[in-house]
């Protein structure tokens, strides 16, 4: 059965992106579709990890429990991602849990057929590698955020990030599709959930952005945002 309707709809994700038609079709063939429920751990820490995903929609946190309790975020992956792709590129254990925040599409490959479909498919090797660096420069930007810019600041960073990377233009302005709550912003950005609420809230007041009851926030003025994080 194939994951997708048409083969063409794949180029639509950064993994096969420039593929040829033929391996559209070969690949769609290849990779399955599953329907995954809200708060389902698909990827577990030191897992030896088995299957790759590529979303399709919804959303998914990657975070590292602590032995407090606590969970420190990583990352929040939307449509269009792949997750687990690390260890079956270098066969080490997997180094961060991942959880579904809703219901969640993805589309799933095991170890040994990725591998096979890297080597036979070098365009998709390439976009794999493009994927990889582009997370690696985000982690170096994240990073250089926390230290470098005040709360508003990061807030500010954090919401452009997402626009840029998964907003989808509207009558609005850009709607970011992943489910971001208050408490998820403030792991992300190093600060408190009711600090970030006053920096959310503010930005609310002053119409820079809008949030839905789903938790989906729409961008509506990217200047001020923009200056917030000089």
Sequence with gaps: M??????????????FRDLKQDDLERL???WIRRQI???SNIITVLD??????????????????????????????????T???????????????????ERTTCLTMDRASFHR??????????NLARLLSRRLRLANEQIQALSTLD?????????????????????????IPLRLTQSDLAAIVGA??????????????????TVDPGHRITLRQRQPLVDACQ
């Design 2 to 15: 194939p994951a997708l309707e048409e083969a063409a709809l794949l180029a639509r994700f950064p993994l």
């Design 28 to 30: 769609n063939g290849q």
């Design 37 to 39: 429920k809200a708060g």
């Design 48 to 81: 030896r990890g088995d299957q790759v995903y590529v979303l399709v929609d919804g959303t998914v946190k990657i975070f590292v429990p602590q032995l407090d309790g606590r969970e420190v975020i990583l990352s929040f992956l939307g449509p269009g991602d």
């Design 83 to 101: 997750v687990g792709e690390m260890s079956l590129v270098d066969s080490a254990g997997r180094s961060a849990n991942v959880v579904t925040m």
């Design 117 to 126: 479909t890297l080597l036979s498919t070098p365009q998709m090797a390439y």
């Design 151 to 175: 709360l508003k600041g990061r807030v500010a960073r954090q919401i452009l990030a997402f626009s840029d990377q998964y907003g989808v233009e509207g009558p609005q302005g850009v709607r």
């Design 192 to 209: 408190s959930r009711e600090r970030v609420n006053q920096v959310v809230v503010e930005f609310k007041n002053r119409g820079l952005i």
